[in-house]
């Protein structure tokens, strides 16, 4: 019999990867590689002050228009309390941030500034003052500065809003899209650290090598739920490394955390994986075109949740709304009491808080491990409560913060260091299992079907997940067949 001759014709042509949310692979690097290099350290005996001109005539054009940015940041961690203050001067106009940087803590800072380039531009230069008050050392890595130049902001008007809108903070320096890097003068190698690659800008940036959940480049990928076990996600491949092969194995165990480890393969394993995008291409590129979708459904299911969360809390230890309970006990105002006992202050980055209306209240233990809203709130900026979500205190601040926080809140610094869920509430709640299955998970709003779910799974998952980090671990559902049978 002949064999059929094969063109090839029928061979599937491949597309270039794109899916609904617009969100395309940018090129080689898949968000799963890792780079080991070095710190860059400076050693300060007193206040230091970098300055850098800048060429006012290389200044971009972006979103279509005649605004020009120009940026400054890196990420640094240092061994002492100090300041650092970055500065941007066009003409004889000045702008600055200064960020209170906490001893061993690594931070993602900077500062950028719109301009406008149809006005005549005589001189720009930006500066990096690390203040400090006794000798230290420094360490810094991806520092830069210049006119942010990125494609898609020069084309895209839709961009400037995203740029514009966003609490910036969180996606600095990232949003620069810096790709040159600068060392400052009298610079030494310091430490090793771990830089990623971004699968949409194909930068390699840092990722916490010291504390996962406070994060740098990258958002960690399972929190509630890790380990992560993505494979993508939480294991990465060395491509580049400043250190021998007989090195690495030791500074994996030695130099960084214990959510990292090395697999036999030599790739390095996260315990809470990280997103495969950077901060700022998730936030630009991918979340915006799917924040529309996001809004509807996700964020009622969250909603309601969290409500339901707190209405089961205090069902059960049978306290009344916060704010209502407060104005009956003291017939004052809960929020501007809780922002009055934190000074008018973010307890997280000290920035001023103008009102106890833009105030955000975090929980201090997390309303998802059924910790309800009460007087030991904490009071946060709009970033700083996005930050620290559902996170424990002993995940989002240092040992100090953690001492000052318990004389704040009232809270045992014992507690605070914990991450348990709320044993009280999930005594009580074990005592009323049919109850809370039949009743309280019955309610019309959490059985109805939305999207094809109810909230009433999301949230009977959300306690089982809770009680798991209890000291009475027990299934929901199992419990309630037991009683029933
Ligand atoms: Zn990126
Ligand atoms: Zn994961
Ligand atoms: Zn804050």
Excluded at 337 to 342: G, H, R, S
Excluded at 408 to 422: I, Q
Excluded at 475 to 480: F, G, I, N, R, S
Aim: glycine share 4%; charged share 25%; with cysteine.
């Amino acid at each position: 019999m002949v064999k059929k001759k094969s063109y090839g014709f029928k061979t599937p042509v491949r597309r270039i990867t794109k899916n609904v949310t617009g969100h395309k692979v940018g090129g080689e690097l898949t968000g799963g590689e890792c780079e080991l290099i070095n710190t860059q350290l400076l050693e300060l005996n007193e206040t230091q002050i970098h300055k850098f001109e800048l060429i006012p005539e290389s200044a971009v054009g972006l979103f279509n228009s005649n605004v020009g940015i120009v940026a400054i940041g890196g990420y640094f961690i240092c061994e002492a309390d100090i300041r650092i203050k970055l500065s941007i001067t066009v003409n004889k106009e000045l702008s600055e941030i200064t960020y209170d940087i906490e001893k061993n803590r690594f931070y993602s800072i900077g500062h950028d500034f719109e301009i406008d380039l149809e006005e005549k531009i005589e001189n720009i230069s930006v500066a990096i003052e690390f203040i400090v008050t006794n000798k230290t050392k420094i360490e810094y890595s991806h520092f830069s500065y210049g006119f942010v130049d990125k494609l898609e902001y020069r084309e895209n008007e839709e961009a400037y809003k995203h740029y514009a809108n966003s609490k910036k903070t969180i996606c600095f320096p990232e949003q620069f899209y810096f790709t040159k890097q600068y060392i400052i003068e009298n610079s030494i190698v310091g430490n090793p650290i771990m830089s990623k690659s971004c699968n949409r800008c194909q930068r390699y940036l840092p990722i916490n090598p010291f504390n996962q959940r406070i994060q740098l480049a990258f958002s960690n990928h399972c929190t509630t739920k890790a380990p992560c076990t993505h494979k993508n996600f939480s294991n990465y491949r060395i491509t580049k490394s400043e250190f021998e092969n007989s090195e690495i194995e030791n500074i994996v165990t030695n130099n960084f955390e214990n959510g990292y480890s090395l697999d036999p393969n030599g790739n390095i394993i996260s315990y809470y994986g990280h997103q495969l995008e950077c901060k700022a291409c998730k936030k630009f590129f991918v979340n915006a075109a799917l924040n529309h979708l996001r809004t509807s459904s996700q964020h009622r299911e969250d909603s309601l949740r969290r409500r339901a969360f707190e209405l089961l809390s205090r069902k059960l230890l049978g306290i009344k709304w916060i704010y209502h309970e407060f104005r009956i006990k003291t017939g004052k105002e809960f929020d501007k009491e809780i922002w009055l006992k934190f000074n008018k202050k973010c307890f997280n980055c000290n920035n001023d808080i103008k009102s106890a209306k833009v105030m955000h209240l975090d929980h201090t233990m997390p309303l998802s491990h059924l910790y309800p809203l009460d007087e030991t709130a904490t009071c946060l900026c709009a970033t700083c409560n996005n930050a620290k979500s559902d996170i424990f205190p002993v995940d989002f601040y240092t040992e100090e913060k953690l001492i000052s926080l318990s004389k704040y809140t009232g809270l045992p610094l014992e507690l605070l260091k914990s991450r348990k869920a709320n044993q009280k509430v999930i005594d009580l709640l074990k005592n009323k299992i049919i109850w809370f299955v039949e009743d309280f998970l019955n309610h019309p709003d959490y059985v109805r079907v939305r999207d094809g779910k109810k909230a009433a799974d999301s949230i009977l998952n959300s306690v089982n997940k809770a009680i798991s980090k209890s000291d009475t671990k027990f299934d929901v559902l199992e419990e309630y067949t037991k009683l029933k049978s």
